[in-house]
């Protein structure tokens, strides 16, 4: 509201220094002997006075237009209206010229008649041009107005689909983590502690820093260390490398969207009956270039429909926070991989 305030203030400031400029070359012509400071004096007074007219008539005629009611619901009727206001305008603004700016203004009486035609031809065009303005500087506000309101739920359809998607994902995490965990206590693994220790350390990531629009890269890979290190106490046949070359460690990232490619290769590149299982995990971060490939034996039998709904969620987690990344998937009888590549600088 008070926004829209300031704009018609602008609006109603920026037109009238417009008229006193055309006011004072028309006095210029038309009062040559005077100084220009007086004719400025005259301009500035006489556009002044007219706003006690345009004013009114310019928002009655807005509302008209606008503002649809019982009786002026057609066209017609509102032509008609506008009109009628606009003709009122009209003989005010004529009164306003003979009676108030040539006798107290100009300090002369006016060489016509107080309804002449001309004169009334000029209050007309005087009118309707502010009324023209007017109304295309409204419909300019209206339509930014719309658009920014069209952005902001835009906005928080998007944050609301995010949300959710991450909502989808995690809970995988932390069931496979106490499958892990239930394992272990089995054979009374004295690693089951461990284990625990780390598990408390990543869910407070996932709570805590997940909820954030971002966090520093070297956060994202600490948790991935740590989810590969619950997985290798499990699986002691399992290879796993993971290299990283950061050049800004404080470089913000959203948080886990680079740790559900691991865990998806853990989860549908990991079998207990194979003993070369292996997965290779490479980051670098150069110039605000992001370059992730991550390459993952596969089952025997993988589950491909559970595959593509992790991946699904993944790709439109980054379609929504990253719109320009390049995300490249290969896969044969015997690998998976993926290779992610995202400018910071160009989101």
């Keep these: 509201m008070k926004d829209k305030i300031l704009y018609h203030l602008i609006f109603w400031v920026l037109y009238t220094l417009l008229e006193i400029y055309l006011d004072f070359a028309w006095l210029k012509y038309q ?123 835009t906005n928080q359809k998007l944050d609301a689909e995010l949300r959710l998607l991450k909502t989808q994902i995690n809970p995988h995490f932390l069931f496979n983590t106490l499958n892990n965990i239930y394992g272990l206590s089995l054979i009374k693994s004295d690693q089951t502690s461990e284990i625990i220790l780390k598990l408390a350390k990543i869910m407070r990531y996932n709570i805590f820093d997940s909820a954030k629009n971002e966090v520093p ?19 002691h046949s399992l290879t796993v490398e993971f290299s990283h070359e950061v050049d800004n460690k404080l470089q913000g990232i959203s948080p886990l969207i680079l740790l559900h490619f691991v865990e998806n290769a853990f989860k549908h590149g990991v079998s207990e009956s194979r003993f070369d299982s292996f997965i290779k995990i490479y980051l670098s971060v150069q110039n605000n270039i992001l370059f992730y490939s991550v390459l993952n034996s596969k089952e025997e039998n993988p589950n491909k429909e559970s595959t593509k709904i992790g991946l699904k969620n993944i790709k439109r987690q980054l379609e929504l926070l990253y719109p320009n990344h390049n995300l490249q998937i290969h896969e044969n009888e015997k690998f998976f991989e993926i290779k992610l590549k995202i400018c910071f600088n160009n989101k």
């Design 31 to 153: 009062f040559p002997k005077i100084s220009d400071l007086q004719r400025f004096w005259y301009a500035m007074n006489g556009e002044l006075g007219y706003l006690v007219v345009k004013i009114p008539v310019v928002y009655i005629c807005l509302y008209f237009v606008d503002h649809p009611s019982h009786y002026f619901n057609f066209f017609i009727k509102k032509f008609v209206a506008v009109l009628f206001v606009i003709l009122c305008g009209v003989m005010l603004h004529r009164i306003y010229v003979h009676d108030i700016i040539y006798p107290f203004i100009y300090n002369q009486v006016e060489g016509e008649a107080r309804f002449v035609s001309i004169g009334l031809f000029n209050g007309f065009m005087d009118l309707l041009f502010v009324i023209a303005l007017a109304f295309g500087a409204e419909k300019s506000l209206q339509k930014i107005e719309i658009k920014n309101q069209l952005s902001e739920i």
């Design 217 to 235: 890269i070297d956060k994202e890979i600490e948790n991935i260390q740590d989810f590969i290190d619950i997985h290798k106490i499990r699986h």
